[in-house]
Protein backbone atom coordinates (compact mmCIF):
# COMPACT_ATOMS: atom_id res chain seq x y z
CA UNK A 1 0.00 0.00 0.00
CA UNK A 2 1.61 3.25 -0.93
CA UNK A 3 2.29 5.76 1.72
CA UNK A 4 -0.18 8.89 0.17
CA UNK A 5 -3.06 6.48 0.63
CA UNK A 6 -2.82 5.71 4.18
CA UNK A 7 -4.99 3.20 5.04
CA UNK A 8 -7.51 2.20 2.01
CA UNK A 9 -11.50 2.24 2.93
CA UNK A 10 -12.94 -0.76 0.58
CA UNK A 11 -15.83 1.74 0.98
CA UNK A 12 -15.07 4.07 -1.03
CA UNK A 13 -13.73 4.84 -4.52
CA UNK A 14 -9.98 5.96 -3.87
CA UNK A 15 -7.33 5.91 -6.52
CA UNK A 16 -4.14 8.00 -8.50
CA UNK A 17 -5.92 10.45 -10.79
CA UNK A 18 -4.39 10.68 -14.35
CA UNK A 19 -4.34 13.92 -15.48
CA UNK A 20 -5.52 15.25 -19.16
CA UNK A 21 -4.34 18.43 -19.25
CA UNK A 22 -0.88 18.45 -17.03
CA UNK A 23 0.06 22.29 -18.07
CA UNK A 24 -2.96 23.32 -16.00
CA UNK A 25 -2.30 21.48 -12.59
CA UNK A 26 -0.32 22.25 -9.71
CA UNK A 27 0.59 20.58 -6.95
CA UNK A 28 2.23 17.60 -6.27
CA UNK A 29 2.19 14.13 -7.55
CA UNK A 30 0.58 11.26 -7.44
CA UNK A 31 -2.86 13.12 -7.31
CA UNK A 32 -4.68 11.11 -4.87
CA UNK A 33 -8.70 10.75 -4.94
CA UNK A 34 -10.43 9.57 -1.68
CA UNK A 35 -13.67 9.10 -2.76
CA UNK A 36 -16.03 8.91 -6.03
CA UNK A 37 -16.99 12.69 -5.74
CA UNK A 38 -13.31 13.80 -5.26
CA UNK A 39 -12.80 11.41 -8.72
CA UNK A 40 -16.33 14.08 -10.23
CA UNK A 41 -14.03 17.29 -9.29
CA UNK A 42 -10.75 16.10 -10.61
CA UNK A 43 -12.46 15.10 -13.75
CA UNK A 44 -14.33 18.45 -13.79
CA UNK A 45 -11.30 20.83 -12.87
CA UNK A 46 -9.24 18.76 -15.49
CA UNK A 47 -11.07 19.00 -18.45
CA UNK A 48 -13.45 22.31 -17.86
CA UNK A 49 -11.50 24.72 -20.37
CA UNK A 50 -12.64 27.80 -17.74
CA UNK A 51 -10.36 26.18 -15.14
CA UNK A 52 -6.64 27.65 -15.63
CA UNK A 53 -5.37 25.82 -13.06
CA UNK A 54 -5.94 23.50 -9.92
CA UNK A 55 -4.10 21.82 -7.28
CA UNK A 56 -5.10 18.83 -4.81
CA UNK A 57 -4.31 19.35 -1.05
CA UNK A 58 -2.07 21.87 -1.53
CA UNK A 59 -3.28 24.50 0.43
CA UNK A 60 -3.05 23.67 4.52
CA UNK A 61 -4.77 25.72 6.83
CA UNK A 62 -4.35 25.55 10.76
CA UNK A 63 -7.17 24.89 12.87
CA UNK A 64 -7.96 24.07 16.21
CA UNK A 65 -9.64 21.32 16.87
CA UNK A 66 -12.64 21.41 19.18
CA UNK A 67 -12.53 18.22 20.69
CA UNK A 68 -8.89 18.16 22.19
CA UNK A 69 -7.87 22.19 21.51
CA UNK A 70 -4.77 21.60 20.57
CA UNK A 71 -3.93 22.83 16.77
CA UNK A 72 -4.05 20.94 13.46
CA UNK A 73 -3.41 21.11 9.94
CA UNK A 74 -6.60 20.96 7.05
CA UNK A 75 -5.49 19.61 4.38
CA UNK A 76 -8.08 21.38 1.66
CA UNK A 77 -9.45 19.42 -1.21
CA UNK A 78 -9.04 21.61 -3.92
CA UNK A 79 -7.44 25.26 -5.39
CA UNK A 80 -8.52 26.39 -8.20
CA UNK A 81 -8.68 29.31 -10.48
CA UNK A 82 -11.65 30.24 -12.56
CA UNK A 83 -11.56 32.41 -15.45
CA UNK A 84 -15.36 33.55 -15.38
CA UNK A 85 -18.05 34.78 -18.03
CA UNK A 86 -16.84 38.46 -17.28
CA UNK A 87 -13.38 37.52 -17.94
CA UNK A 88 -12.14 38.07 -14.26
CA UNK A 89 -10.35 35.22 -12.77
CA UNK A 90 -11.77 34.04 -9.08
CA UNK A 91 -9.76 32.18 -6.69
CA UNK A 92 -11.57 29.22 -5.21
CA UNK A 93 -10.40 27.20 -2.33
CA UNK A 94 -12.77 24.28 -2.17
CA UNK A 95 -13.72 21.21 0.12
CA UNK A 96 -15.48 18.13 -1.39
CA UNK A 97 -18.04 16.66 0.68
CA UNK A 98 -21.25 14.66 0.90
CA UNK A 99 -24.25 16.49 1.64
CA UNK A 100 -24.68 14.22 4.42
CA UNK A 101 -21.92 15.04 6.24
CA UNK A 102 -22.04 19.07 6.02
CA UNK A 103 -25.51 18.85 7.68
CA UNK A 104 -25.59 18.27 11.93
CA UNK A 105 -26.06 14.55 12.30
CA UNK A 106 -29.48 13.18 12.92
CA UNK A 107 -30.18 11.09 16.15
CA UNK A 108 -32.19 8.10 15.83
CA UNK A 109 -32.55 5.18 17.61
CA UNK A 110 -31.28 2.53 14.81
CA UNK A 111 -27.81 4.21 15.45
CA UNK A 112 -25.41 2.94 17.62
CA UNK A 113 -24.39 5.22 20.31
CA UNK A 114 -20.51 5.15 19.32
CA UNK A 115 -21.62 6.24 15.62
CA UNK A 116 -24.46 8.98 17.20
CA UNK A 117 -20.61 10.49 18.83
CA UNK A 118 -18.16 9.73 15.67
CA UNK A 119 -20.93 11.80 13.86
CA UNK A 120 -21.12 14.50 16.02
CA UNK A 121 -16.95 14.49 16.59
CA UNK A 122 -16.60 14.71 12.72
CA UNK A 123 -19.18 17.27 12.04
CA UNK A 124 -17.73 19.94 15.04
CA UNK A 125 -14.00 19.18 13.40
CA UNK A 126 -15.51 19.80 10.00
CA UNK A 127 -17.22 23.33 10.94
CA UNK A 128 -13.63 24.34 12.73
CA UNK A 129 -12.04 23.81 9.68
CA UNK A 130 -14.15 25.60 7.49
CA UNK A 131 -14.49 28.42 9.72
CA UNK A 132 -10.86 28.71 9.73
CA UNK A 133 -11.09 28.50 5.60
CA UNK A 134 -13.65 31.12 5.13
CA UNK A 135 -10.78 33.34 7.40
CA UNK A 136 -7.88 32.46 5.58
CA UNK A 137 -9.72 32.57 2.14
CA UNK A 138 -11.38 36.20 2.99
CA UNK A 139 -7.32 37.32 3.64
CA UNK A 140 -6.26 36.00 0.53
CA UNK A 141 -9.62 36.81 -1.94
CA UNK A 142 -10.17 33.32 -2.38
CA UNK A 143 -14.08 32.18 -2.80
CA UNK A 144 -14.69 29.26 -0.18
CA UNK A 145 -17.11 26.27 -1.61
CA UNK A 146 -18.08 22.96 -0.42
CA UNK A 147 -19.02 21.05 -2.88
CA UNK A 148 -21.35 18.00 -2.59
CA UNK A 149 -22.86 15.29 -4.99
CA UNK A 150 -25.85 17.66 -5.98
CA UNK A 151 -22.89 20.45 -7.23
CA UNK A 152 -21.20 18.26 -8.87
CA UNK A 153 -24.18 16.62 -10.94
Not at 78 to 101: F, N
Not at 105 to 123: F, L, M, V
Not at 124 to 131: D, Q
Request: charged letters at 30%; proline letters at 5%; a positive charge.
Amino acid sequence: MSKFFGKKNKNFSQGKYNLINKDKYRGSFPIIYRSSLELTAFRYLDKNPNIISWGSESVIIPYKSPIDGRMHRYFVDLVAELKSRDGTIKKLLIEVKPEKQTLPPTISKRKKQSTIIYENTQYAINLAKWECAKKWAAQKNYIFLILNEKALK
